[in-house]
């Protein structure tokens, strides 16, 4: 089985074949072989029965399902493509304005179209590159409904074109939707790399691009797209949203992979000096950083509370009378878990304006769970073996506890016992005690420094076998 190529050998052949040196293999023609077609490349067939007939059905890795005959006779049919589709995820997609269709791309290269009404794709268009992001052209911007920008992995927009070549209603209906085809219009290369984002400005007169290099690229919609300029953002760009008419103001949202939010405003072409650069120097940017609501809502009234001592305070020095209310009483309230921060952003999923001055986001979780860690090492304990370690490192953690108390005690003895024999010296001769005190002191010692480094288990609780001191007076 090649990528487009199926032979078909005799069994009974290749089982009586004998080889004729000690390698052990035999060349052997196919007896039939099929051409299935051009960019094919098949990965499984399968064969079934159809009213007792066989047929086999393959898989094409480049999208697409195949109904084969391979019973080589006089009425042997050619391959049928019973269904095309994406090989790989769908990157994009985008719904016509107005009719039943959408659009999708991958990267598999191509930009689909389908009817949703009769769940059949009535048109497509291959490139070399895959597709990454894809939008409709509103009806402000194509009355007709038939104008796609399309995004690619190379950092291309490409303006696509769906209409009928009869020159029908441009799919104004259901009916006319077999008869689409796709025409490119304009090809521009914005971006060094993918783009991930296109949207058109509300009134249709703005296109702005965004990619993973930390661009967003403006274009003047008209019959050619002409270049506005562009603007450097603080991380890949994950979407794009201009405002709603609702708006009083036509900005642009841009939100980043990496947890950044900018505002920016449509950009004027005739405003703009690209005669050097295409880079826009003056647009204004809003950055947006987010932080606890709970705490800015404790800030705001420390402040205030702060705020109101001082008066209270200034008013008493210039001898007026304020009665100080006496200060409610809160419940206590519970103390919050800390606030979870990554060290890196959360990244932003996607947003959209909701009322002037508001947007809400979406973004990915906060808190990651940990990984289970895998045993790899093949000498490591078994659970009995854990357990008994465990155990035995209980014990002697015990008696390195026991040890250590003793230590402290023989240490406080000691102390207690230098202290007493300084007294003794500085007393008169006949009031120093006699030697036998001595005796005692140098026991202590010896029994300490004993106990430091013996390893008799029983050491701490009856007489130790090994102790032995001599004392020469």
Request: charged residues 25%.
């Amino acid at each position: 089985l090649k990528a487009q190529i199926i032979n078909v050998w005799n069994f009974e052949t290749i089982d009586a074949a004998d080889s004729v040196d000690d390698t052990g293999l035999v060349e052997v023609e196919p007896m039939n072989e099929l051409h299935v077609g051009r960019n094919v490349s098949l990965s499984f067939v399968s064969k079934v029965h159809d009213r007792g007939q066989p047929v086999w059905y393959a898989q094409d890795t480049n999208g697409a399902i195949w109904k084969l005959d391979l019973t080589f006779s006089n009425m042997t049919r050619d391959p049928e493509c019973l269904c095309t589709f994406h090989s790989g995820r769908i990157e994009a997609m985008s719904v016509s304005p107005i009719t039943y269709l959408v659009a999708t791309t991958a990267l598999d290269r191509s930009v689909r179209i389908y009817d949703f009404i009769s769940n059949s794709q009535v048109s497509e268009i291959k490139f070399k590159q895959g597709g990454t992001a894809l939008t409709w052209a509103p009806h402000v911007v194509n009355p007709k409904g038939g104008l796609i920008a399309v995004g690619f992995e190379d950092g291309v927009v490409r303006i696509i074109e769906v209409y009928d070549p009869k020159g029908l209603p441009i799919l104004a209906g259901q009916t006319n939707t077999k008869n689409a085809e796709i025409n490119l219009k304009q090809a521009f290369k914005p971006h060094t790399t993918v783009v991930t984002a296109l949207a058109y400005e509300r009134k249709g007169e703005v296109l702005a691009t965004g990619s993973k290099d930390k661009t967003v690229f403006f274009f003047a919609v008209e019959d050619e797209y002409e270049p506005i300029g562009f603007i450097y953002v603080p991380g890949p760009v994950q979407a794009l949203q201009w405002s709603p008419p609702s708006h009083v103001k036509s900005t642009l949202l841009i939100l980043c992979e990496n947890g950044f939010a900018l505002q920016v405003p449509a950009p004027l072409p005739e405003e703009q000096d690209r005669v050097s650069t295409y880079q826009l120097q003056n647009l204004p940017t809003q950055y947006f950083h987010f932080y606890s609501i709970k705490s800015r809502i404790k800030k705001k009234r420390e402040e205030m509370k702060k705020a109101k001592l001082e008066w209270i305070k200034q008013q008493q020095e210039m001898g007026k009378e304020i009665e100080e209310e006496e200060p409610e009483e809160e419940p206590e309230e519970e103390p919050l878990p800390p606030l979870y921060i990554p060290e890196e952003p959360s990244p932003i999923l996607c947003g959209f304006y909701s009322a002037p001055g508001r947007f809400w986001l979406s973004l990915s979780g906060l808190e990651k769970e940990k990984a289970t860690e895998d045993i790899e090492d093949p000498s490591a304990y078994n659970l009995e073996e854990v357990k008994q370690k465990k155990e035995y490192e209980r014990i002697m953690k015990e008696a390195e506890e026991k040890k250590k108390k003793k230590r402290e005690e023989l240490i406080g003895l000691r102390h207690e016992l230098l202290f007493l024999l300084q007294k003794n010296q500085e007393l008169p001769k006949h009031m120093q005690l006699h030697r036998e005190v001595h005796l005692v002191f140098i026991r202590v010692i010896c029994l300490q420094r004993h106990l430091l480094k013996c390893s008799y288990p029983m050491c701490w609780h009856q007489r130790c076998p090994t102790l032995c001191i001599k004392v020469v007076l």
